[in-house]
């Protein structure tokens, strides 16, 4: 394989799951040798496919596919801006597909190309929603029969709100009942509403019914999803310390990110934060000043697995532990991205799991595992997920833009969401 090279870079736009996924091919001129990865940014499939088809496939054609780093730096620098999620996404399916490729051709799952197995199975953490306290309550038994030990507890989805689109994480989730929002004015614009201060004030009193029925045996995760104003998210943490959560999540939005160190101040609740970053400087300074306890990057979002295991390593040396973002909205080549770190990388603390479907595993040959509460890979060659081109044309994208990401609070103003 002297004269290895890239012959074609394909990308495959499917939704067997619902929600519309990007999955890049990277072929070479060794017959039978390709790799498969994940670009899937599901609000703008579109765009991804027109950087990885009109940009970096010309630049790629004829690349030796083995200089993973040397393809993954000049890529990243070629169109000379840099680290936004389009391009971000296009060039981690790139980078999957070629770390898919070297593990078929060193016959070695990825995570032994990684450094090896750190673990024997890889910890879930399951998403808990209801209605009340009592249906979020009923939800994580659930869990716990099917052998989870993690859950992460919501009541009304993020807010309070619910949400009726699917496209997020493949279910409808109830308004919680518990909260009693603001009026809005008349002729309110569409959107998904919800009440801010009326939400962070129901929230200790979730986690002291679940606390008061379940124990301390399980550990519970909150995902705050950058919905409550910085002081609330600062109020918030220190209300929750008694109940001892595995970590409060996204407490601030990436543009108010320097609220974590009052946050970190004033309370030991564990904070996870990152699935928005796509820039290292998001993160650089959040982890050297250990201002956070878990980093959750969206592992497609800041570029693939080169860059995320470097944001291991580096998050280790300061005692952060990974807890990469595993939403509905990834195809089951990224999940596996995701493990390969997860089992090769010793600062790992949680993966978050959402469950594949019937099609996604029809479509996605080799999809990972789960036995009470772990994920476990298989150890095929490189990444070990397949795709079934044919199958995968049997679910077409829908395109658009899903209507969870319009948030807004009771008064219409429109908010992150």
């Known amino acids: 394989m002297n004269n290895l090279e890239i012959r074609d870079v394909k990308v495959i736009l499917t939704a067997p799951g619902g929600i519309d996924l990007v999955v890049v091919k990277v072929e070479t001129n060794e017959p039978g040798l390709y790799g498969l990865g994940c670009a899937t940014f599901t609000q703008r499939i579109f765009a991804v496919k027109s950087a990885i088809e009109d940009y970096l496939k010309p630049f790629l054609i004829g690349k030796d596919p083995r200089r993973i780093e040397d393809i993954w730096q000049s890529s990243n620098v070629s169109g000379y801006w840099r680290n936004g999620p389009i391009m971000n996404n296009a060039l981690s399916g790139i980078d999957m597909a070629l770390w898919d490729i070297k593990g078929k051709m060193a016959n070695l799952p990825v995570y032994e190309l990684l450094g090896g197995k750190c673990r024997d199975g890889i910890p879930l953490y399951r998403h808990a929603d209801g209605a009340d306290e009592m249906a979020v309550e009923e939800n994580i038994l659930s869990l716990m029969e099917e052998g989870y030990q993690y859950a992460r507890c919501q009541m009304g989805m993020y807010g309070g709100s619910g949400t009726t689109d699917k496209r997020l994480i493949a279910t409808m989730y109830e308004k919680s009942t518990k909260i009693v929002p603001k009026r809005s004015p008349k002729n309110s614009l569409a959107g998904c509403y919800f009440d801010p201060e009326a939400y962070a004030k129901s929230i200790d009193k979730l986690f002291d019914h679940l606390r008061s029925k379940i124990g301390f045996n399980m550990e519970f995760i909150h995902d705050i999803h950058e919905r409550i104003p910085p002081i609330e998210a600062v109020r918030l943490a220190k209300k929750l310390e008694p109940y001892h959560l595995f970590f409060l999540e996204d407490p601030v939005a990436p543009e108010n990110i320097e609220w974590l160190q009052m ?32 980093i959750r990057c969206h592992v497609s979002s800041i570029g693939g697995i080169t860059p995320a295991k470097k944001l291991a390593t580096f998050s280790e040396l300061y005692g952060v532990r990974t807890a990469w973002h595993g939403p509905g909205d990834i195809s089951p080549v990224g999940v596996a991205a995701n493990l390969h770190l997860d089992l090769s990388s010793p600062n790992f603390g949680i993966q978050e799991w959402t469950p594949f479907n019937d099609a996604l595993q029809e479509v996605f040959p080799g999809c990972p595992v789960v036995e009470q509460g772990f994920a476990y890979v298989n150890d095929k060659p490189g990444l070990g997920v397949e795709m079934n081109e044919e199958k995968a044309k049997k679910f077409p994208v829908a395109g658009g833009i899903p209507s969870w990401t319009l948030a807004r609070t009771p008064d219409g103003t429109a908010v992150r969401p």
């Open 263 to 294: 946050i970190r101040q004033q309370t030991s609740t564990p904070i996870g934060i990152g699935e928005l970053f796509t820039n290292v400087n998001e993160w650089k300074t959040l982890i050297a000043n250990q201002q956070i306890d878990f």
